[in-house]
């Protein structure tokens, strides 16, 4: 059958790499899932937002001549939320939305009985990431300071 391109399908996540997710898609290709079409905010961590045998939509962006297909989650999600695209058959099964995976403390292992939240909800504001920033900041400058002052032979040798 293949893929065309601007197509919007179902696939599988088969293996997570630290610059995306290679997905199945329903046909039997597979494609990859560059880090930065995972989610319009910034992905840090791939398994953040997928994990193996997540169901996805993704759009075909590319299919190059050596086989490789170019995948996209976010505009997939974009396209359908707009609604004008039509979704091809292969996608029209229900799919479960993919979960951030552990949070902060980077542990995937899914064995939590309690419900995950999504990465956008513990945010913390602009104020308080810059006055974090501004600490530690001011920390490493003062441990620069103080190692750099050991090697001269104090504050006093001039």
Known sequence: ?????????????????????????????????????????????????????????????????RGKIELSVKQAK???AEGGTEITALAQAPVREPVAAGGRNGSGDGDSQEPMMGRREGRASFEDK???????????????????ETKRGGKNTR
Request: glycine residues 10%; negative net charge; proline residues 1%.
């Open 1 to 65: 059958m293949g893929v065309e391109v601007g197509q919007i399908v179902r696939g599988t996540v088969v293996r997570l790499l630290d610059y995306g997710a290679l997905v199945r898609l329903d046909d039997g290709t597979t494609g990859l899932v560059h880090i930065s079409e995972i989610d319009p905010s910034y992905v840090r961590n791939v398994s953040d937002f997928m994990r193996l045998n997540d169901e996805v939509i993704v759009k075909v962006l590319a299919a190059g001549e």
């Open 78 to 80: 974009a396209a359908l």
């Open 130 to 148: 810059m006055g974090d920033f501004m600490r530690s900041s001011s920390e490493r400058l003062g441990d620069i300071k103080r190692n750099v």
